[in-house]
């Protein structure tokens, strides 16, 4: 009788040692370089900061609604487009996955107010309303923004 056994699959694997060819493992690559990371809007999907926390960074989510975070993670209500800038005081960086178009303008103002880098990724095809700078990710671009200019 032959003896069939199941492939490892990436739910077997802890999300710090999973290669970076999945999209959010390739954004937990650039984004773990920061010590103090802000994750604007986590909702449900909370797997980029669990992955960076298991990295050894720093992580507060901030959502408009209470949202259930991983261990570790600090959470904290806020709206980017009238935001409570301690919260983004101690950030190296502030990041958005999915992001929608109307808070590219607010996250990237929140980055120059409290000097923290700004990166993102957008709602399928919708393109960058602030300058960027474009890493090409598997299935996915990580758009890098450079502040405004006063």
Do not use: K
């Not at 986590?42 to 720093?58: F, N, P, Q």
């Amino acid at each position: 009788m032959a003896r069939f056994e199941r492939e490892p699959d990436s739910t077997d694997t802890p999300p710090h040692e999973r290669p970076a060819a999945s999209t959010s493992g390739a954004i937990c690559a650039h984004l773990e370089s920061f010590d103090r990371l802000v994750e604007v809007g986590i909702g449900r999907r909370t797997d980029v900061a669990d992955a960076l926390l298991e990295r050894g960074c720093r992580v507060t989510a901030t959502d408009v609604h209470d949202r259930p975070v991983p261990e570790g993670v600090r959470f904290v209500v806020d709206d980017v487009t009238e935001p409570t800038l301690e919260v983004y005081a101690d950030a190296d960086a502030v990041y958005g996955l999915n992001l929608p178009p109307e808070l590219h303008r607010p996250i990237l103002e929140v980055g120059r107010q409290v000097g923290a880098a700004v990166c993102f990724t957008t709602l399928g095809g919708d393109p960058p309303l602030v300058p960027v700078e474009r890493v090409a990710l598997p299935r996915e671009t990580l758009f890098v923004a450079r502040a405004l200019e006063r």
